[in-house]
Each structure stands twice: as C-alpha cells, then as structure tokens.
C-alpha cells in the first residue's frame, strides 16, 4: 500500500479517534486547538471534522517553535515575567465558557538548547500564575482535553537523519498514527476495546487498595510509592465535572494515581531520556526521603533536572504514579521519541509535581487545603519520567501487610 | 544560478528591505507580524532579522485561510457579530505601546468563494469597530506598518497549474522578489534610488496643486477626479506622527493622494480583476455623480461589488487616487496576480472608501469633522481597483483652468 493513501485514508480516521475516544467533543461546545504552524494541513482537517461533529466554534493558538526559541534568544529576563493580559484573557475565556482544549505537539528535544533557564523558568511561573484558574481547571478534569501528536521536520530529522525530508515526515506520521492504535480498518472500534481494558485494570486496581507499591530492578530501583487512602486508579476515559467521559492522551497506555506526597522513599532510575522545557535529561537517578527528592543526578543536563526540583515546593515530590507493561505496542516499536506523551506510553512512569485531584475520591471538588490533607502533592509543574524496564518487579502492599505481585519482569503478573 | 541558492541568498535580503526601507523598524519598538502559518519560514528569518535590528518583542497573530473558510462554512451568523475581547485587546494594547504592525499576505481569490456575504460583512463592521483606534491610527500613519507578500501553495497553483508544488512555490518567490525589487545585488541601494525618485514626482504633483485630474481611455473611462485644497501627494516614505520614515507596501510604485470626496464624476473602467474579501471581481464599470456611485456594473461577482459599496455610507466614494505608469517593472511581467498588492502597483489606480489623513495638510492631527471639512472621505473599508491602461491619459486641471499632460498612453508625460 503506498503511503500517502495510507495516509489520506487513515488521517481523516486519526482526526475521529482524537475528537470522539480522546477530547470527546460535545455537540455546541467552543474548541480550542493549540496547534504548531507547520501541522496546519491536519489542523485544518482536524478542524472539519470537529465542525461536522457539532462544535460551536473552533479557535486556534498557533504556535512556532523557531520565533519561540528567538524570542528567548533575544528579548530581555523582564519580558518574560508576565504574561500579556490577552494571552492570559484567551484561556481564561474560553475555559469560562466551556470550551475544550485540545493541544497539538511535537518532539523538539533541543529547541531551548543553550537559553538562559532564567528566562524560561520565569515564563513557566508568570504563566501558570496568569492562568491558575484555567490550570487547576485542566488538571481537575473540570473540562475535557486532550494531548495528541503530529509529526515536524525537527522530529523527523531526529529519528529519521538519513531520510528526505517529506520521506521523514510520512514515515514519522506512519508511527504516530500506530502508536495511536490509527492504522487499523476500524480505529474507533479498536478504542472501545482498548479502553474498556484499561477500565477493567484501573477498577482492580482501586478494589485493591494498596497502601504502597513497591519496585525494583536490576538498574538500581528500590523505592516504595505510599498511595493515599480512598485513592482512585485512573485511565480508559475519566468524567469530566459535567459528565462526559474523556482521554486526556492520546496514545495512551496507562493506568495511573496519585502517591501520597510525604510517603516515598529509596531511589529510583530512570529508563528513558526526558525532554524538559526543550532541553535533553538523560540517565538520571533520584533519592526519595519522606516524599521529598534529596539527591539528584544524571549524566545528561543534571543542571537542568536541578532547576526543575526546584520550580517550587511541590516540584520535589510525585504527584502521578503509573503502570504500563513493558511490552506494550509503543515499546515494542523500539523507538525513543523524545516526547514524554509517546515515550511514557511506552513504560511504567512517575511524574514529579502536581497530582491530579481526581485520584481521590471526591477529589475534583476539594480546594487546595482538602487536597493536600488528602495526601496529594500540589505544584506548578507536572512532568513525568520513565523508569520501566524488562526485570521490573512492582508489589502490592495491602494495610495488613500482604503482599500482591503487580508486575514481574516489566509486565502485568 | 540554481533558484534554491537565490532564494538562500536573497530572501534575508528580502526581509532586510521589509524591515529597514518598508516598515523602518525602531531599536527597541514593539513588533507584530500578522503571517500565514504556511509561511513560518520565512516568518522565521524575518524574526531573526527584527531581533538583530533591535526589536524589543517580535509578537505573532498567526492565521490559516484554510480554518478560518472553515469557520465561516459552519459557525452562525451571531458568531461574526462580535469581536472576543482578547482579540481586540491583543491590536489595541500593542497600537497603544507604540508597535509597528507588519503584515504577511498571499493571494486567495477563491478562499470565500460560496460564503454568505452577510457573514463576511458583519465580521468585517465588528473587527472595525473593536480595533477602530488601531485602525485610524494605521490610516493616519501614527505608527509604522507594512504589508507585503509570501507565496502560497494555494497562490502557486492559481499562477503556475502546471507545475509541482514546491517548484511553483519557488517560482513565486522569484517573482515576489522581483516585484519587490529584491533580486539585484544591493536591494538596500536599489530601494534608496527607487525612493528617491517616487518622492520627486510626489513633490511636483504636489506643488501643482492641481483642483482635478480628467481620465480618458478607449474603454469607456471618462471621469473627473477633483483633489481638495492644500493636498498632498505621498509615495516614497512618509513620516508617523514620532517622526520616522516609512513605507506602507512593499512592492511600491505609487504616487498617491486624496480625491475630494464631493467632486468625482464621470464614469471609470477597471483594467485589472479585484479580488476582495476572498472573492473575485472583474471587468467593473462604475458610474460617479457629485462623488458618489450612481451605478455599479460587473461582468463577474457583481452582487459582491455593489455589497462592497453599501458597507457604509463612505463606500460608495473614492478615498484614493494613485499614479503608476503603465510601464512599471510589475506590470512589465505581464502577470495578473489576483492580489491587491501587486496588481495596484502595476496600475494607475483609485480607490473606494477610507482616505489617508496624510493626504491633506495636518490631517493627521485633524478629528473626523475636520478631515470630512477638508474633502476626505471616511469609510470602514479601503479597496483599491486598478484603472490603468496603455492608452490612458490623465490631465491635470490647474486653478485657473490650464490643463497639464501627466499621463499619456498610460505612462507619465
């Protein structure tokens, strides 16, 4: 089958599966894109079928990672300590009245290569401030979005260095549309199944109740995960405040919850490179002590793992655990992406920073003060990293000290 | 000369000319660039240029023809009643800052093609009146702006059908290039000479100080242009209102002024087609009375002509007059290019609706009664059409009745 009819049949079918088994658009519903420039041929397709499924409005906020990286370059540290009020105005908005939100993106592991961190960390923090309510509102599950990929030259230069570039990037959108379960007849079909697994999963897990998993490897990993009481396992579609089911990702692979915040402890490493604010972390390896991160190092950009401990109080501890087996579909492509949306899919994960209120119960309607009571982390920052390998083994810890084997050697036991 | 080593050569030559004889860009001054997201590349270079010529923000409004036909295919028509606020806020609060506003366009003569004029229109009037500070400062050159040209996939295939995309695109740009005057080996030095010499016809015209200029050509055109008292042509540079020079498009070839709103008669054949509002114009024929259109007649889209003509009560009268000899360079290459900003520079032409303050003597810092008093017509819309013709001669008609040649077969006398 040549590629570009594979593509110009399967992308249309790619667009369906990100509006009905990912952000789940609702018939009237704003939708807002943020999408690169250099997608604009499947935005504009992606925007047709969101239009024919019922949208009331679709809005875009382009972006270009080339300006990006000038900007930084060149403007002065005062320009990025606050946000313009429009830029801030347009999430806030459109978030007030309902929309959904869906973003488009791309690996880009040394787009900020070499910029001041100064600058990119106060951006980070103006902007989380400018737009908390919106923030707090995604992470809450209080509207429905969805984190999906599309392939860039950048990223097809990046796996592909020997390619053309077009060549690239089909190839590239060929692995995108695999790992996103898209290149089948009936993609839409093979979602149900695949979600209805992950529910049947994620409702063992929450029956089990863990007090603690524990893993460990042959790399080094020896660390014990509290989880918090009444805590939920998430993963195959979650309810938004209003009621519909939606998947945050797309791929997606996992199940996940929270960990309590002061209960981890031992050290874990990590099994992929993370791709942090545009700048490469490989190899790292972090020492828990009640909850808190207190060593750090790696043999690749450890400067840049320090400064993301320390973006604030919460950065230092987990706020996501999640479990993938090792032989998923995205592993076994044997492909690092550099993007923590695929490469996360591909291996059990933590996440350090904020936690994701839904993974207690009654979580969503908790301010910030139940929420923390509750034993979940709180922080600007939320980034996961990978610590699956093939000699994985994760146990259960039930409250009366039992044990119950989770995964063995990097799979579900 | 291979055309890809043209292009890497001359296209930063092409955006040192935008920046530097176009928009004439201040250390330290605010930049907004309006782009098509298919033209990010060069919206690259050209960033990276305003950063090195001292921008203190480079600030993107990017946009996809390709979406927004979308949205006005599917969304309501309340929805292009209103402006979000973060979209006028995003003009105003950088007009207000002292930005110059670049704006990047390509053709599109059929992008609205089929669209309900109602919505375009209401669109239209609404983004007018949120933005309306902005737009009268652009009109009054109270700051820097620019609009130039990038070639389009979609523009490629209107002009070259016959050729594969990439090479059609590139064949654009060398067009582009050279109706910018931009393929020579010091287009810096080119547009200096080219400057000077506009400002010497504009300084003559205006030292005529003529009360009329008389069209005639083998068409049909017979129509008399009054001119207001203590007029003023431009072309060539003109200053804002802080003082510093610069030129509204690139290309250029124009010397223009101000027709008296209340003294146009007589009857004008366009030469060339108009494209607006992403639909397409040709062979109109527009019958003036005491400065107003009494009749409006067109082989093709008709129906959009006389709607452009009830936009307001100021559409319907001329708001420009414009001298460019029929031997112009653009005109020279023979091409229609179905985009204002091309085609007018390869015509004499006039226009209909708003007229530019700086056309009158201290009609920047007049208000609306006084540039209505001094003979200028004020509009929402400002649509140039092109009048130009081998055989066109234009007369001046000085104070006392003498007549002066300026035109003869379509070039200055």
Redesign the interface.
């Known amino acids: 089958m040549d590629i570009q009819e594979t593509l110009t049949r399967q992308l249309p079918l790619y667009a369906r599966v990100l509006l009905q088994k990912g952000i789940c658009l609702q018939k009237d519903q704003i939708l807002v894109i943020n999408a690169p420039?250099?997608a604009?041929?499947f935005?504009?397709l992606l925007?047709?079928e969101a239009?024919?499924a019922g949208?009331?409005?679709?809005v875009?906020n382009?972006y270009?990672n080339?300006?990006t990286r000038?900007?930084y370059?060149?403007?002065t540290q005062d320009?990025f300590e606050s946000v313009?009020?429009?830029?801030s105005?347009?999430n806030l908005?459109y978030y007030r009245k309902g929309a959904a939100f869906l973003s488009l993106i791309s690996a880009d592991p040394y787009a900020m290569k070499g910029i001041d961190r100064k600058k990119i960390m106060a951006w980070q923090k103006a902007f989380h401030q400018a737009v908390k309510e919106y923030s707090d509102g995604m992470m809450a599950s209080k509207t429905n979005w969805l984190v999906a990929a599309v392939p860039s030259t950048v990223w097809a230069r990046l796996l592909y260095p020997e390619l053309p570039e077009q060549e690239g990037m089909d190839r590239l959108w060929i692995q995108l549309l695999d790992a996103a379960r898209c290149l089948g007849e009936d993609p839409l079909a093979d979602w149900d199944k695949h979600l209805a697994e992950l529910k049947q999963r994620r409702e063992w897990l929450t029956a089990q109740q863990f007090t603690a998993l524990e893993y460990e490897n042959g790399l080094g990993t020896h660390l014990t995960v509290g989880l918090p009481d009444r805590h939920i396992w998430q993963g195959g579609a979650e309810s938004t405040a209003r009621g519909f089911l939606f998947n945050a990702n797309i791929p997606t692979e996992e199940v996940y919850s929270a960990p309590q915040a002061d209960r981890v402890d031992g050290v874990v490493c990590s099994t992929r490179p993370l791709v942090y604010s545009g700048n490469l972390i490989e190899n790292f390896r972090l020492t828990f002590k009640n909850g808190k991160v207190v060593e750090a190092t790696a043999k690749k950009g450890e400067e840049v793992l320090k400064d993301l401990l320390k973006m604030d109080e919460g950065a230092c501890r987990l706020g996501e655990v999640a479990l993938i087996p090792y032989h998923s579909p995205i592993s076994l492509m044997d492909t690092v992406f550099y993007e923590t949306l695929l490469d996360e899919n591909a291996s059990c994960h933590l996440a350090l920073g904020d936690a994701y209120p839904t993974c207690v119960e009654k979580g969503a309607e908790m301010d910030e003060e139940e929420l923390k009571k509750a034993g979940l982390n709180d922080s600007m920052i939320h980034v996961d990293f990978m610590v699956g390998s093939p000699d994985l083994t994760i146990t259960g810890i039930r409250k009366d000290g039992t044990k119950v084997s989770v995964f063995v050697n990097g799979d579900w036991a």
């Open positions: 420039v250099e604009s041929r935005a504009t925007t047709e239009y024919k949208a009331a409005q679709v875009f382009w270009c080339g300006t000038l900007r370059e060149y403007e320009k313009p009020h429009w830029r105005e347009f908005d």
